[in-house]
């Protein structure tokens, strides 16, 4: 679905969302699950742990796709903007190209003309995303997948009174956190 959003001309937010959920979202959630069943879980418990996954894997690939925009190339390992260069249709690009504002129409003319974007195209647009709230966006979204992640694994840490499940469950929050916050 990723590489078919490159050539969509109108995909929007719900089926960006939906596509990274599908992706790294149900990859999280499993991971999850299946650790926690592994290691002895309560189905109940379990269920709290791939209800995290989920909300981490959506939170891990908003700030991915902020990363695919404004991160540092030598902390991602991706060139810089390399996103935009590829016209992808990542969550901050299409919530900037869905806003009513000016800078999300010249988005939608920039990434509507030739196959090719020069070096200060591919700058333009990053500044055009970020005027048209499509970074803001992102981030709150994220923010709002960490909290609910963060969520879940209270009301797991609650009904589950051992030390080593309270303290994997500060671990998992702590890598959540790093999650949203990273720069790499």
Not at 24 to 52: D, I, K, V
Not at 59 to 74: K, P, S, V, Y
Not at 124 to 143: C, E, I, M, S
């Amino acid at each position: 679905m990723t590489l078919a959003f490159e050539q969509t001309d109108a995909v929007t937010i719900e089926q960006c969302l939906s596509m990274e959920a599908d992706k790294t979202a149900s990859l999280l959630a499993a991971a999850a699950r299946l650790g926690a069943l592994y290691g002895g879980a309560a189905p109940q418990t379990a269920g709290w742990l791939a209800a995290f996954g989920e909300h981490l894997g959506r939170a891990f690939q908003l700030a991915d796709d902020i990363l695919g925009i404004w991160g540092i190339a030598d902390a991602t390992g991706k060139p810089v903007l390399s996103d935009l260069r590829s016209r992808k249709k990542s969550a901050p690009v299409v919530a900037a190209l869905a806003a009513s504002h000016p800078a999300a129409e010249q988005l939608g003319r920039l990434y509507a003309q030739c196959d090719w974007l020069s070096e200060a195209d591919v700058h333009g647009a990053a500044t055009l995303v970020t005027l048209a709230g499509g970074r803001d966006w992102a981030q709150r979204r994220a923010n709002v997948h960490l909290r609910s992640a963060l969520g879940h694994l209270r009301e797991q840490s609650a009904h589950t009174g051992d030390y080593a499940a309270l303290t994997a469950s500060n671990e998992l929050a702590a890598l959540a956190r790093f999650v949203v916050t990273r720069r790499h």
